[in-house]
């Protein structure tokens, strides 16, 4: 094992570039953070339409999380690589369409995420802000929002850990992340495919297991610093 991580350790990484496309664990953790940050912005939309007021609003944005959790990211990476061109007439390449694919699927868990935050603040926060003369959305934007997300951030980074080990769907249409490389290094390697396979499974495991310890500490954290907040309060009141 040792000896295969000396000869391949580069190609591993970042696959044949310079002198090709980027590839292996640097495209793998790009491809990743570029989903998650890009998917963002709309889980939280698609969230605040979950717990919205307006009918009109928060039946297509439930319908739409709803089939998309429904089905496996595999399909909805298909329907990126199959079915867009045919109806857009734009013919796009495997990064594109893998992160077009993760940003779908990632803004649909995230706007659960959203949903769960902003439901599970105790609901005199709200009305605080709309006793003060703050609109719905002003509400929303300026009280609870930044509350929400701020307890949101180990859910947060528990995605990141998902949409890593998402990635490795894009070896199906031919991109070059991580388990891709390594099938290609196993083909050069043939004689010992369990050990290529076990570098492969340790480094997804360091990944995610290092950012899901990261995850329990941070809300951990969080917790401590909602008690301390908290604590002061209740022994006014006491």
Do not use: H
Request: net charge positive.
């Amino acid at each position: 094992m040792l000896e295969i991580v000396q000869t391949y350790w580069l190609y591993f990484l970042i696959g044949q570039y310079p002198n090709g496309p980027l590839g292996g664990l640097a495209l793998t953790l790009i491809l990743a953070a570029c989903g998650l940050v890009l998917a963002l912005p709309l889980g939280i939309a698609f969230g605040l339409a979950r717990v919205s007021p307006w009918r009109w609003l928060r039946w297509p944005v439930t319908a739409f999380v709803f089939v998309v959790r429904g089905v496996p990211l595999l399909m909805v990476v298909f329907w990126a690589y199959f079915f867009l061109p045919s109806v857009t007439g734009v013919k796009t390449d495997q990064f594109t369409t893998m992160l077009i694919a993760l940003v779908v699927f990632d803004a649909a868990y995230l706007a659960e995420i959203v949903r769960a935050g902003i439901q599970g603040l105790p609901r005199g926060q709200m009305e605080c802000a709309r006793a003060l003369g703050l609109g719905y959305g002003r509400a929303m934007r300026f009280v609870v929002l930044p509350q929400a997300l701020r307890s949101m951030l180990p859910s947060l980074v528990n995605q990141f850990v998902s949409t890593i080990k998402e990635t490795s769907l894009g070896y199906i249409i031919g991109l070059a992340e991580l388990s891709f490389i390594t099938t290609q290094i196993n083909t050069q390697v043939f004689t010992q495919p369990a050990q290529v396979y076990a570098i492969l499974g340790l480094t997804y495991f360091a990944m995610c297991f290092g950012l899901s310890r990261f995850a329990y500490w941070l809300e951990r954290r969080l917790a401590r610093r909602t008690s301390a907040r908290t604590a002061p309060a209740a022994g006014g009141t006491a």
